[in-house]
T-cell receptor, first 115, second 113 residues
Framework: AAGVIQSPRHLIKEKRETATLKCYPI?????VYWYQQGPGQDPQFLIS???????DKGSIPDRFSAQQFSDYHSELNMSSLELGDSALYFC??????????????FGPGTRLTVL | QKEVEQNSGPLSVPEGAIASLNCTYS??????FFWYRQYSGKSPELIMF????GDKEDGRFTAQLNKASQYVSLLIRDSQPSDSATYLC?????????????FGQGTTLQVKP
């Protein structure tokens, strides 16, 4: 079965640079979620999109922005990168947000290292 | 206090034993509860979800939910060394929520041969 695709898998950037992470949800999934997981931490919700509209926002810095496109893929844009942005970034997708049976499936993640 | 609490462990059990993982949550309106398994450096993998009080079984895994006590657990029967991982408990919001998940800090399980 098709899974969530994320690219790139690894990314190394310098401080103050920008980065763009991409997420391709499971086919027919219309909802995308972004999570950030620092070393030894649990995943923290950043932002979500449903039918190409932002549906919720968590602890996402103002330096970050995201959008969902007409083909339902999503991109997370990160500017003025800081050392503390080094983390695993996961994208997850689902197709029935708000229902008791809704389940999120996670992509393999992008490991961002800021030097 | 975190919204979702788990004992970070490590929880160590011998191969073939039952591993019991526990989780409490603070929002009484939470609708659904999830258990994810995460190997180091990998993405969370959905093990089970539950939204009704009682037990739900899937193979070697049983999820238990008690909404009155705001408590959810995961039992792993016949534990195998390959079950050694971090188990994340996650909770979403009330009916009609946006679907975002709130995670606990995870419990590290070690299954010793």
């Amino acid at each position: 079965a098709a899974g969530v695709i994320q690219s790139p898998r690894h990314l190394i950037k310098e401080k103050r640079e920008t980065a763009t992470l991409k997420c391709y949800p499971i086919p027919r999934h219309d909802t995308v979620y972004w999570y950030q997981q620092g070393p030894g931490q649990d995943p923290q919700f950043l932002i979500s999109f449903y039918e190409k509209m932002q549906s919720d926002k968590g602890s996402i810095p103002d330096r970050f922005s995201a959008q969902q496109f007409s083909d339902y893929h999503s991109e997370l844009n990160m500017s003025s990168l800081e050392l503390g942005d080094s983390a695993l970034y996961f994208c997850a997708s689902s197709f029935s947000p708000g229902l008791a049976t809704d389940t999120q499936y996670f992509g393999p993640g992008t490991r961002l290292t800021v030097l | 206090q975190k919204e979702v609490e788990q004992n970070s462990g490590p929880l160590s059990v011998p191969e073939g034993a039952i591993a019991s993982l526990n989780c409490t949550y603070s929002d009484r309106g939470s609708q659904s509860f999830f258990w994810y398994r995460q190997y180091s450096g990998k993405s969370p993998e959905l093990i089970m979800f539950i939204y009704s009080n009682g037990d739900k079984e899937d193979g070697r895994f049983t999820a238990q939910l008690n909404k009155a006590s705001q408590y959810v657990s995961l039992l792993i029967r016949d534990s195998q060394p390959s079950d050694s991982a971090t188990y994340l408990c996650a909770v979403n919001g009330p009916p009609g929520n946006t679907g975002k998940l709130i995670f606990g800090q995870g419990t590290t399980l070690q299954v010793k041969p």
